[in-house]
């Protein structure tokens, strides 16, 4: 083998070296969303348990009834707050079973609403985030986090 024959094989190698490290990267994510998924189900559990609702009917039917609803807007909004640059408002869908983009940005701004302008809601959420080791801290109108007690 020539010299430039083994450079021409090295190069390929380093090549093909670069492009799996690249998939690697980018099925990381990935790896990390079955965590978040873990953590995104214990909250929905923690969640529909303080409704007394079952969590897979909360998260399977897109039914009106209040405390599906409340449940839901909790739960998106709580889930999008904590992993914010980790997971996209369709992964969160995803992990709710199926839910669109669209619904779970709307669910967010809803709480976001609710929490302001609903006396009712407000004292809920406080309380079951509460219970679930968070405080709401308020970041502007219609704008707020969730923070560890």
Not at 49 to 54: G, M
Not at 81 to 89: E, I, Q, S
Not at 93 to 109: L, R
Request: glycine letters at 6%.
């Amino acid at each position: 083998m020539t010299h430039r024959e083994e450079q021409l094989i090295d190069e390929l190698t380093n090549e093909y070296r670069l492009k799996i490290t690249t998939m690697i990267t980018a099925l990381e994510p990935k790896e990390n969303l079955n965590n978040h998924f873990v953590e995104f189900n214990l909250h929905a559990k923690m969640i529909a348990a303080y409704f007394s609702v079952d969590p897979k009917i909360m998260l399977s039917t897109k039914t009106r009834k209040r405390d599906y609803v409340f449940g839901r807007a909790i739960l998106f909004w709580l889930t999008r707050k904590r992993l914010k640059n980790k997971v996209t408002f369709r992964e969160i869908g995803e992990m709710a079973g199926g839910f669109n983009h669209a619904t779970v940005i709307h669910s967010i701004g809803s709480f976001n609403s609710m929490y302001e302008y609903d006396g009712e809601f407000g004292l809920l959420a406080n309380d079951l985030l509460r219970t679930m080791g968070y405080k709401i801290v308020k970041e502007g109108k219609e704008n707020y986090h969730p923070e560890k007690l």
